[in-house]
């Protein structure tokens, strides 16, 4: 009798300690990537980008941040998008010759030292303030086949350039 009403409290509050613990880590996780969304719209859209990627910016691809004695790994990503309001960079007419128009941004974070912790993404677009402009800027596309020539889908791509400095690694 009593030692199952002990033991029946002691596992709820257990589980509520639990719960609050998480809470607290998913509300530092997002107060970290609202930082990290607010130095990125503070930017100029030229420095959208990842260092030493493409396309070239300011935003480090990895790095570790302390929150409130908690280690966050960021991760960034940033891609170029060309959207159909001015054709795309093929198989359309008209042909878009700058087919960056704006820029999609995903930001990852994990917590190294939370207990528990469900890995969070935030992603956002970037468009720069006036209409684009023709550049000297060129268009990668990569399709990856099988020895049969089937399309292979969700393929991992490393794209390297040492020739430039920095180098761009994409």
Known sequence: GVWSVLLCMSGTYGNLLDVIGRTRMHTLATSVLNKEIEILRNLPYDSVGIIGGYPVGQIAGSKSVNYEGQTFVITSYVRNLDDAFDGYATGTTPI?????????????????????????????????????????????????FNANGAAISGANVLVRNTSLSPTITI
Not at 122 to 134: G, H, I
Not at 138 to 144: Q, R
């Open 96 to 144: 878009d010759t700058a087919p960056a128009d704006h820029k999609l941004v995903e930001i990852q974070l994990d917590c190294t030292t939370c207990f528990k912790f469900v890995p969070m993404s935030f992603t956002t677009w970037v468009s720069p303030q006036n209409l684009e402009a023709s550049t000297q800027n060129g268009s990668l596309f990569v399709n990856v």
